[in-house]
């Protein structure tokens, strides 16, 4: 999936290895599987465990824009490359 605006994304380039990562994917039964489908998933990689862990958290507490007591539906998943 294309970023929409890649400035809002860090430059890989400007870190070291990306070996830990986060998989996003969507639980059985939402709704948003029918458009983006069944298998859909995204990851994004860090360069530490550190910087993983805090993005993570910051992925599970209530995101800016959303209304009071909306909670994202991503399956959220430790990844790290061999």
Same mark, same amino acid.
């Given at each position: =999936?294309? +970023?929409?605006? $890649?400035?809002?994304?860090?430059? @890989?380039?400007? &870190? *070291? @290895?990306?070996?830990?990562?986060?998989?996003?994917?969507? @639980?059985? *039964?939402? @709704? =948003? &599987?029918? %458009? %983006? *489908?069944s298998d859909?998933?995204?990851?994004?990689?860090?360069?530490?465990?550190?910087?993983?862990?805090?993005?993570?958290?910051? %992925?599970?507490?209530?995101? +800016?824009?959303y209304?009071?007591?909306? &909670? $994202?539906?991503? +399956?959220?998943e &430790? +990844?790290?490359? $061999?």
């Amino acid at each position: =999936m294309d +970023v929409c605006h $890649p400035h809002n994304r860090l430059d @890989p380039g400007e &870190r *070291g @290895p990306l070996n830990f990562g986060i998989r996003l994917s969507l @639980p059985a *039964g939402d @709704p =948003m &599987r029918d %458009l %983006l *489908g069944s298998d859909w998933s995204e990851y994004q990689w860090f360069d530490s465990e550190e910087a993983r862990d805090a993005k993570l958290s910051q %992925l599970k507490d209530q995101f +800016v824009y959303y209304r009071r007591g909306d &909670r $994202p539906t991503f +399956v959220l998943e &430790r +990844v790290q490359r $061999p």
